[in-house]
């Protein structure tokens, strides 16, 4: 079945740390993008990325950073200047061409900094 | 830029009854998408129903349908027949019509839908 897989479904970090979050697509889709979600709050871009070894600041980018060295895998990084971090992360992908197409959704990562 | 604004942060609705969710956004561009994200418990982001600007007919899937306002920029969802499955969260959400333009989704701020036995 092709999709979107996020891993680890949930992480805890220790303030200080740098954390990563894996995002893996098996659908040859070509953008990739990550997503936070605050409680009862809508999905705010971080990163996007349309084609391999480039990627985009999305509206809250500062304290994060991305790689697109391959184009099924979009690895987010939590570094630890990013100052309020627990939040859900949702990674999302879509296929190039014109036209419409439809933006996948991931699982999701639930990220707790104790 | 663009915005989305859902101005109901919860509703709730009997079992069979009709509910309608609304969404105003803001935004220059002439060409563009609108959406409604569905996002249950497990927090899973679902795709419910997408209105392209250009077409005046309203989207419907099943159960959904939209109205959409143009030139009020108004886009709301309406759920029939309530089912106790229906109880999530909704997303309002807009992406410019690609054209190198990213493909990225602006959201509003959701409503929290339940319904009620």
């Known amino acids: 079945d092709g999709g979107i897989t996020q891993s680890p479904k949930y992480l805890f970090r220790k303030e200080g740390q740098n954390v990563t979050l894996s995002c893996e697509q098996n659908?040859?889709?070509?953008?990739m993008y990550w997503y936070r979600q605050d409680p009862g709050q809508g999905l705010r871009l971080i990163y996007y990325?349309?084609?391999?070894?480039?990627?985009q600041k999305g509206d809250i980018a500062e304290g994060y950073s991305v790689s697109r060295e391959k184009k099924e895998s979009f690895p987010l990084t939590v570094t630890s200047a990013q100052k309020n971090p627990t939040a859900f992360y949702l990674c999302?992908?879509?296929?190039?061409?014109?036209?419409?197409?439809?933006?996948?959704f991931g699982p999701g990562t639930r990220l707790t900094v104790l | 830029a663009q915005t989305v604004t859902q101005s109901q942060p919860e509703m709730s609705v009997q079992e069979a009854e009709t509910v309608t969710l609304s969404c105003t956004y803001d935004?220059?561009?002439?060409?563009?998408?609108l959406f409604w994200y569905k996002q249950p418990p497990s927090r899973q982001m679902i795709l419910v129903i997408r209105?392209?600007?250009?077409?005046?007919q309203n989207a419907t899937e099943n159960r959904f349908s939209v109205n959409f306002q143009k030139a009020a920029k108004s886009f709301s969802l309406k759920i029939s027949d309530s089912q106790l499955g229906d109880t999530a969260m909704y997303f309002c959400?807009?992406?410019?019509?690609?054209?190198?333009?990213?493909?990225?989704?602006?959201f509003g701020g959701g409503t929290r839908l339940m319904v009620k036995p």
């Open positions: 999302a992908s879509i296929s190039g061409g014109a036209g419409y197409n439809e933006q996948f």
């Open positions: 659908l040859n889709h070509d953008a």
């Open positions: 990325s349309q084609i391999v070894n480039d990627f």
């Open positions: 935004t220059s561009e002439s060409n563009y998408y």
């Open positions: 209105q392209e600007a250009y077409k005046q």
């Open positions: 959400a807009f992406m410019k019509r690609p054209d190198n333009a990213g493909n990225m989704l602006t």
